[in-house]
């Protein structure tokens, strides 16, 4: 089966300026989950959503970083403006459902969008 | 949810066998111990989970004690292909949110 898909692969921007990433999850899976990983530490979670509902997004920056995801597949997160601190690499992630003991709620990671805002 | 706490480096040589330890002491009861692995340039990759007692796949065990405040993965025989960041986490039963540490960097040496 396919893959969770993630374009752009990298991305260099100057600060101030606007960008965008998008995310293709599994077929199928309901639950979509955008992750920022700066260097050298572990992701952190930014938006959860259940189909096209948002689940949480305690710990997006919600002044400059907003995301979608329309009919409840693909998703779209944006950095408007971006800062220097916003470099890092921005992970998208789908499970078939969440929560519950089944081994459905495994969390498929794409490779990931490297932004360096410089 | 409940923060983990995990060695920040270990090394071993090929064909030894590995054992990460995790400490979560304030885990809830309806949650699960979820290890991820994951490569330079790659999204993690889930590699096993458990709520109590012992799993085992093809990859790892886990070992959970009783009190679950604490488990161990165990990587058999590891290859150099096992260099990589290993994450253990707590997961919420409800929502299925995670919260990565920094994980553990295993070097793997021949």
């Known amino acids: 089966e396919a893959g969770v898909a993630q374009s752009p692969r990298y991305k260099i921007i100057e600060k101030r300026q606007s960008v965008a990433f998008w995310c293709n999850p599994i077929?199928?899976?309901?639950?979509l989950y955008w992750y920022q990983q700066i260097l050298g530490q572990g992701p952190k979670l930014l938006i959860q959503?259940?189909?096209?509902?948002?689940?949480?997004d305690s710990q997006l920056p919600k002044d400059r970083f907003s995301a979608e995801r329309l009919k409840g597949v693909d998703s779209t997160l944006k950095i408007q403006p971006a800062k220097l601190e916003d470099s890092a690499v921005y992970l998208c992630?789908?499970?078939?459902?969440?929560?519950?003991?089944?081994?459905?709620?495994?969390?498929?990671f794409g490779p990931g969008t490297r932004l360096t805002v410089l | 949810l409940a923060k983990t706490t995990q060695p920040i480096s270990m090394d071993s040589y090929e064909g030894q066998e590995v054992n990460i330890t995790c400490s979560h002491n304030?885990?809830?009861?309806?949650?699960?111990i979820t290890w991820y692995q994951q490569f330079p340039s790659q999204g993690p990759r889930f590699i096993i989970q458990?709520?109590?007692t012992k799993v085992t796949n093809e990859v790892a065990s886990l070992f959970i004690p009783a009190d679950r405040k604490s488990s161990t993965l165990s990587l058999p025989r590891v290859s150099l292909s096992d260099t990589a960041v290993y994450y253990c986490?707590?997961?919420?039963?409800?929502?299925?949110?995670?919260?990565f540490g920094t994980g553990t960097r295993l070097q793997v040496f021949p």
């Open positions: 304030n885990i809830a009861t309806n949650d699960y």
């Open positions: 458990g709520y109590k």
């Open positions: 992630a789908s499970s078939l459902i969440a929560g519950g003991e089944s081994s459905y709620n495994e969390q498929f």
């Open positions: 959503f259940q189909n096209n509902g948002v689940v949480d």
């Open positions: 077929s199928g899976h309901a639950t």
């Open positions: 986490l707590v997961r919420s039963y409800n929502t299925d949110k995670l919260i």
